[in-house]
């Protein structure tokens, strides 16, 4: 089964507000996670990534945090905006590997 | 998505038919990746492919499907005899090197098998 899953299929969340959105792995040897945004009918799109040997890292609006104790993986966007809206994954990158394994996704939806 | 073009966007076949999905990586770029994506699902790994050579398919089926990427043109993903269970978005990525890190996705055909 897949090694990467998400604690919720669905959020929804007002305008400005933040949006926390979760991820659970399960494979140690892991190095690189990264979030992406996906709308209807396009392809992914990188939102930003962060190596095992951090456990945080910021971007514009977006900050992705790593908790290796407990393989958990979270994307927190700040203030919200209705643009934020679509599924978003998390995929990991297991050492030497050279391909993505992706969770099954959250849908984030923005209430105005 | 920038730069990488996949076609066609839509793709219908009848059981049986042939199909054959096309993505020209990013100029630069001679890594390709090849995923599948089912309704509501994240996106499963099937194949890799550097120029001329194929790297891992460990993610693809073993009959019918095939890829490859010449030394000229794009990297075609054929899937012979389609079956409605290959009803699916197909995505591309390509990459500068061998690396994972920050990787540039197409948009996508979405192939519907009647």
């Known amino acids: 089964g897949e090694s990467v899953g998400l604690h919720l299929p669905t959020l929804s969340v007002q305008e400005g507000d933040n949006s926390i959105i979760n991820c659970a792995y399960s494979?140690?040897?892991?190095?690189?996670f990264i979030w992406y945004k996906q709308e209807s009918g396009k392809g992914p799109q990188f939102i930003i990534d962060?190596?095992?040997?951090?456990d945080k890292r910021q971007g514009q609006r977006v900050t992705v945090l790593l908790n290796k104790t407990v393989k958990h993986l979270s994307l927190q966007i700040a203030a919200t905006q209705p643009g934020d809206s679509a599924v978003y994954f998390c995929?990991?990158?297991?050492?030497?590997?050279?391909?993505?394994?992706f969770g099954q996704g959250t849908r984030l939806t923005i209430n105005p | 998505n920038a730069g990488v073009m996949q076609n066609p966007r839509h793709l219908v076949r009848r059981r049986g038919q042939e199909a054959r999905l096309r993505c020209s990586p990013m100029?630069?770029?001679?890594?390709v990746y090849w995923y599948r994506q089912l309704p509501e699902e994240g996106l499963k790994f099937m194949v890799y492919?550097?120029?001329?050579?194929?790297?891992?398919e460990s993610g693809m089926p073993k009959e019918r499907f095939s890829a490859e990427f010449p030394k000229e043109g794009p990297s075609i993903l054929r899937i012979q005899q389609v079956v409605r269970g290959d009803s699916a978005a197909y995505f591309c990525?390509?990459?500068?090197?061998?690396?994972?890190?920050?990787?540039?996705f197409g948009s996508g055909t979405q192939l519907s098998v009647l």
């Open positions: 990525a390509s990459s500068q090197t061998d690396s994972n890190e920050k990787l540039f």
């Open positions: 494979n140690s040897a892991s190095d690189y």
């Open positions: 962060i190596r095992s040997n951090m």
């Open positions: 995929a990991e990158n297991l050492q030497g590997a050279q391909k993505l394994v």
């Open positions: 100029k630069g770029h001679s890594h």
């Open positions: 492919l550097q120029k001329e050579n194929i790297i891992d």
